[in-house]
């Protein structure tokens, strides 16, 4: 047999045997003070945390999947406002699809359409939401693309600060828009 052969299969055999009896052998003093207590019965029980309660948000049911927000805004920095003209595109989950909500909290809309053909739609904006009716029933097969044209004016999330100087002096602050 060849040395290397025979070298590798004691050194294999050494190595199983120690692992072996490392698993078997008692802790020694040094390694039984490092284990921690479990805890027992009788420990104090600490109370249930207390969950807090957020807003309460009922979820619609899904009826599409949006695929693309394209977002283009202007700034009237004098009136604090927000000019924008967005493309949602979106794909129905379903046959049938006629109509959808989305989020527009302090929105004034000005115009939805079809954003390929320029087909007016009609919409409602109930508090927080803007209701579409689109123009005909689709299909999960097809993609849609609603352009909606508004104005708003933010009281957070978005700030204003207008241009301030010294009476007779150099710009002390400059006009800025910050979210």
């Known amino acids: 047999m060849d040395s290397r052969i025979f070298a590798r299969r004691t050194l294999a055999a050494a190595l199983a045997l120690f692992f072996i009896l490392y698993a078997i052998a ?3 003093a040094a390694q ?22 957020g807003t ?17 805004t202007r700034f009237e920095p004098e009136n604090r406002a927000v000019i924008g003209d967005e ?9 049938g699809f006629r109509s959808f909500d989305l989020d527009a909290s302090s929105m004034k809309i000005e115009a939805v359409t079809l954003a390929d053909s320029d087909v007016a739609l009609q919409w409602t904006q109930p508090p927080d939401k803007l209701a579409i009716t689109l123009d005909r029933a689709y299909e999960p097969t097809d ?8 104005r708003a004016m933010p009281t957070k999330g978005l700030y204003f600060i207008q241009q ?6 150099a710009l002390t602050k400059p006009a800025q828009i910050w979210t």
């Open 164 to 169: 301030q100087t010294r009476s007779g002096s």
């Open 26 to 28: 008692p802790p020694t």
């Open 32 to 53: 039984r003070r490092k284990r921690v207590p479990r805890a027992t019965a009788r420990a104090v029980k600490e109370p249930p945390r207390q969950r807090l309660e």
């Open 87 to 95: 493309t949602v595109t979106l794909k129905p989950l379903a046959s």
């Open 143 to 150: 993609t849609i693309n609603v352009r909606i044209r508004y």
């Open 56 to 72: 309460k948000h009922e979820r619609p049911p899904r009826t599409f999947d949006v695929l693309n927000y394209t977002i283009r």
